[in-house]
């Protein structure tokens, strides 16, 4: 897979998939030692920028394409 595919998975943290380099704004990295990480988007994981399920029936939203 030569392109990343991210989907903001409903409620929850945005799904990233493929080979990928996650850093910090100072340009240090993240480990990242799978094929998918999950980062959050709702601003309560302790583990940020990783979803720790910290989300859950604190945050709704669904990203949908308009049509
Ligand atoms: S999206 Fe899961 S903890 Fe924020």
Redesign the pocket.
């Known amino acids: 897979m030569n392109q990343i595919l991210i989907t903001p998975?409903d409620n929850?943290?945005?799904l990233v998939k493929g080979p990928m380099v996650l850093q910090d704004a100072e340009g240090n990295p993240f480990p990242v030692d799978k094929p998918q990480v999950?980062?959050?988007?709702?601003?309560?994981?302790a583990?940020?920028p990783?979803?720790?399920?910290?989300?859950?029936g604190k945050?709704e939203d669904c990203c949908r394409v308009e049509k």
């Open positions: 998975l929850g943290p945005l999950g980062l959050c988007r709702c601003g309560h994981s583990r940020k990783f979803c720790d399920g910290a989300h859950r945050f």
